[in-house]
């Protein structure tokens, strides 16, 4: 029952070596066995497009990154729609390109591969909101945890007539999936934190069904923000390989996993629990996300995350066994900027970014100068980004100790002014404050209170046994036990008299609601039917169901008992809510269309089309 244990870190050492670059090209080829259609030609050829808007945002250049496994060798061509190219890049102009655009690189030797389709900033809506919504900086905004896109959609409107701000949704990207239980459990929620690429095919939905719930969204006026993983691609031996296991003197084995991806999935490989090798290189697997244009150096050696003070193992420590991207590498900032954009692009007004705290201080800054790059020179008028910084134990090292040497408060601010952002676009960029409610200080000890993002319940305190923040008796977890009247205290807190605040007005401008769901019993599923039993197929004896729920209710009122939560819905948080955002009262729970015109008036809207 060996298994590979290859490209092991040493020491200080956090680089995978040149020489696994030769364990590239892993996926099978065309007719050979394992080949899935949904696999096309990466087995020689990868590729991503970049977005880069001209200032003012009237026009973008595409540009396509793509690699041939011979280089030079092959010669690449490239089709934008209809229009076929020796270049790589292209000019649009929002006066004459809506939208979206397929792009396709053709090589020489006969390989081809199909792009994600290209969108642009200037075709989204505009979002009418009034002024008390500050352009976008100021304002409520739900997380709909296991929401799919097309319930997100038909939600939006109550959501608009509430007052909220925006929705956010989990992660949008392609990610991880089985037929398989994984101990026990059938897609567990925490799989969409396991990116298998940045194509936007979710578990939640596709992409049009996405860009048509974004747009229909921002036309009823809500904003729309994403849960963007960029520290990390899936688990290792958590991929479309097969691994095996010495356990308690068995050898215990397991198959590959597929993904969200509809109609199959892309290639994926990890060198965890590996003993098989590839038929075209004779070389074990390592880490490689072709769809993704990732390969083995573009990650950290495999390094347990055994400290949590320790700024070495915080940036490159393989977090509970997830593949850690190497963001100190240029060519991985590029990639993780040119994601972000395609976010933006397709209509998003920012995102959470997350597992902050396990990117470099530095590293962040320098992939989201690239994203303002992209984005014409500066950062969308409406845009708004809070990083998950769980401060733990360690808030000395993490916010209030600028010289600790790994600081995301005083230290990181000076860092994005000597990178050349402005004022303004410093404000736009948050630390979600998990110190609060108990310990609000902690998260604001060396920036602005405007800079702090706050919440009670999240969606990471509800895994059982998680002790990523401790609210005592300030705060609670509804799905945990917590008292319905309670829980609506601590919410309605939040926007009347938040701990920490001194100016309601101005401190913590973006507050944010976790709208959620309850466990089936011992089951860590999403109830949008991935996670029933009933879809298992290999090893499906102990399997932990969780069954069908719709998430979108017309008729909620808030605190719905089994299913979906909906604390969104309730009468007493919206009118708390509304109440700190200066908006009219209206009477009743969500829903209500007593909403003055006032609240929702169209706002005016850059070239760049994404406020």
Known sequence: CDTFRNNQCNGDVIVTSDLF????????????????????????????????????????????RATHRRGSAVTLRYRFGNQEQPSATKKFAAASAEGPVQVTVLASDGARLELEPVDFAWASPEVPQGAEYRGGQKGAIVEMFGWPHRD???????????????????????????????????????????????????????????????????????????????????????????????????????GNKTSSLPGGHSPMYTQGFTYTCSNSTGRPAMQEFPAAAYGPTDFHCERALNSWTDPLDLNA????????????????????????????????????????KHIKPDDLVAIFSKL??????????????WWEVLLGGEADLLMCNVESGYNYGGYLEGAFAAAGFSGADVDKIKIWNSGYPKEPDKGTCT?????????NDDADQQNPGSSSRDMGDTGCVLIKGC?????????????????GASDNDHDFPIRLILSSFYWQGDSAGIPDG????????????????????????????????????RVHRDAAIIAAMRGWMGLSSQNGAIGASNVTESSRVSTSRKALGVH
């Not at 099978?28 to 991503?48: E, I, K, N, T």
């Not at 303002?372 to 980004?385: H, Q, Y």
């Not at 920036?447 to 993002?453: D, F, G, Q």
């Open 447 to 455: 920036i602005s209170k405007a800079r702090s993002a706050i919440q």
């Open 372 to 385: 303002r790059r992209n984005m014409g020179g500066e950062l969308p008028e409406d845009f708004v980004t």
């Open 317 to 356: 420590g393989w977090l509970t066994g997830l593949t850690d991207l190497n963001t100190e590498k240029d060519s991985v900032r590029e990639r993780i900027a040119a994601y972000l954009t395609d976010l933006l692009s397709v209509g998003f007004s920012g995102f959470r970014v997350d597992a902050a």
């Open 152 to 254: 997100i959609q038909a939600e939006c409107p109550a959501l608009a007539a509430a007052g909220y701000m925006g929705v956010k949704v989990f992660p949008p990207q392609e990610q991880v999936m089985s037929s398989q239980p994984f101990n026990n459990q059938l897609n567990p929620w925490y799989f969409m934190y396991q990116p298998v690429s940045y194509r936007l095919q979710g578990r939640m939905g596709t992409r049009d069904e996405l860009r048509d719930m974004i747009r229909a969204c921002r036309t009823v006026g809500v904003r729309v923000y994403a849960d963007a993983v960029v520290n990390h691609m899936t688990g290792s031996g958590n991929d479309a390989n097969v691994h095996r296991n010495a356990q308690g003197g068995s050898c215990t084995k397991w």
């Open 530 to 565: 991935r996670s029933d039993c009933a879809e298992c197929v290999i090893g499906c004896d102990g399997c932990r169901t969780t069954a069908l729920s719709q998430a979108f209710d017309e008729g909620s009122t808030g605190y719905d008992k089994s299913g979906y939560t």
């Open 483 to 499: 008292p319905e009247a309670e829980h609506r205290g601590f919410e309605v807190k939040l926007f009347e008299s938040p701990n």
């Open 21 to 64: 670059e030769a364990n590239r090209w892993f996926t099978p080829a065309q007719g050979a066995p394992g080949y899935l259609p949904s696999f096309q030609d990466y087995s020689r050829l990868v590729g991503y497009t970049v977005v880069k808007y001209a200032a003012g945002g009237a026009s973008a250049v595409v540009e396509v």
